[in-house]
Structures are given as C-alpha cells and as structure tokens.
C-alpha cells in the first residue's frame, strides 16, 4: 500500500536527483564533489532514524546514499576513472573527518545552561563497530562501483549507458549492504534477522539505482554540451 512515506520517499528522491543535475549542470564536476560530500555527511546522520516504507522497517539515509553512486557513474562517464575515484575519496576523508570531530565535539563539558549535549550523544556517540562498518562499506563499494562501470563500458564501449550504469550499481549496492551488514551486525542477531536486514536494506537502494537511469542520461547530455562550449 502507498502511503505518506511511500509518497514523499518517491517525491524526495526524484527532487534529490534533480538537483544533482543540476548542480552538475551549473557547477561542472567540482559541484559533483561538492554533492558527494554533503550527501555521505547527511545520509550518515539521516540513517539514526527508521520507518516504515512498503511494509518494511528501514532506515533513512538510502536516497542520498544513492544518489552518491549517480554522481561517480558521472563522474566515470563524463570525466573518467580518476575523477571517479578523487570524488569515492573525498566522501570517505569527509565521513571520517565528520566522524572525528563530532567526538572531538561531545568531550568538552558542556556549561551548565547547555541543553544539546544529551542530544548530540544520543545522535552521534560513536558506536565503533557501526562506525568501521559504514566507512569500510562506503569504501569496498563505491571503488567496486568505478571498476566495474569501466570494465563494462570496455566491453560495450559508449553505447548501452543503463547496463553500465545499473550493472555496477546494482552489485555494488549489494557489496555495500553486505559488507556493512557484516561487520555491524554478525553475531548480534540471528541469522534469518539478519538475512532479513540485509535484503531490505539492500531492496531500497537498489530501488534508487533503478530509478536513476534517465537521469544518467540527462547528465550525458549536459556533460555533452558543456564539452561543446568549452
């Protein structure tokens, strides 16, 4: 059934890719860094919250998660592996530097009038094996993400943009489920929980993969003309 939470997750993902574009459209590669940056930091704030969408209890954070796949594939389209992999290690030196601070940030005393702290513990306090499991999630997956869209765009060349870029998505959306589902949750729950967690966490992300495809090809178009006016 489809209901406020189906609704305005289609209509934020939609609006969340648009802007993509266009931040591409006008800020060239440097604006896909930029978006790279800004999506890892709040994805991984986005994902302390669960809800419920198609049935199913998941987390916040997939669409913007997501959306950092889109903007490597164009980043590998348009701009190359390199480019592809400078913007995958940039988001990693962000989330690890977020992390870093946020800690840094929940040591000091805080005054006496202060009502943030308990806050800002509840929402950041480090949780060490949730924490090495994003980062080294983040990391295995989006540099399988740049290999794999060039080892298929050398199969096929230029043409068949959605296979290359559903192709790699889609496995290396997978890899980044598993691999933090793994380490963040083996042996702390059963297995058929944990099968569980692991195959809806993997459903909604590939749902966005999907959806982005023609937004792949917009972005051609605009990397196209831009290559045109240069």
Same mark, same amino acid.
């Given at each position: ?8 997750? $289609? ?16 800020? @060239? ?14 994805? %991984? ?11 199913? +209890? ?13 903007a490597?594939?164009?980043?590998s ?31 000091f ?5 202060? $009502? ?5 513990e509840?929402? $950041? /306090? ?30 096929? /060349? ?6 290359? %870029? %559903?192709?790699? +998505? ?11 589902c ?12 944990? @099968?569980?967690?692991?195959? +809806?966490?993997? /459903? ?8 982005? +495809?023609?937004?792949?090809y ?6 196209? %003309? ?5």
């Open positions: 059934m489809i209901g406020f939470n189906e609704l305005l997750w $289609f209509s934020f993902a939609l609006v969340d890719l648009s802007i993509l574009l266009l931040i591409y459209r006008f800020f @060239g590669k440097i604006g896909l860094y930029v978006s790279i940056v800004i999506s890892i930091i709040i994805c %991984n704030i986005e994902v302390l919250k669960t809800v419920t969408l198609f049935g199913l +209890t998941t987390t916040l954070g997939n669409v913007l998660y997501a959306s950092i796949f889109l490597t594939d164009i980043l389209e348009m701009h190359g592996k390199e480019d592809a992999r400078r913007g995958v290690i940039l988001g990693f030196v962000a989330l690890v530097l977020s992390t870093l601070y946020l800690q840094v940030a929940l040591l005393i805080p005054d006496g009038s202060d $009502f943030a702290q308990p806050h800002l509840a929402l $950041f /306090g480090l949780l060490p094996r949730v924490a090495l499991a994003s980062m080294t999630a983040y990391l295995v997956s989006q540099m399988y993400d740049v290999w794999a869209f060039h080892a298929i765009r050398e199969k096929t /060349g230029v043409r068949h943009l959605w296979l290359r %870029n %559903n192709g790699s +998505t889609l496995v290396s959306q997978f890899l980044d489920s598993l691999v933090f793994v380490i963040a949750f083996a042996g702390v729950y059963p297995m058929s929980v944990f @099968g569980e967690i692991l195959l +809806t966490t993997y /459903g909604i992300k590939a749902l966005v993969a999907v959806l982005d +495809t023609p937004f792949m917009l972005a051609r178009r605009i990397g196209a %003309n831009q290559a045109a006016l240069a």
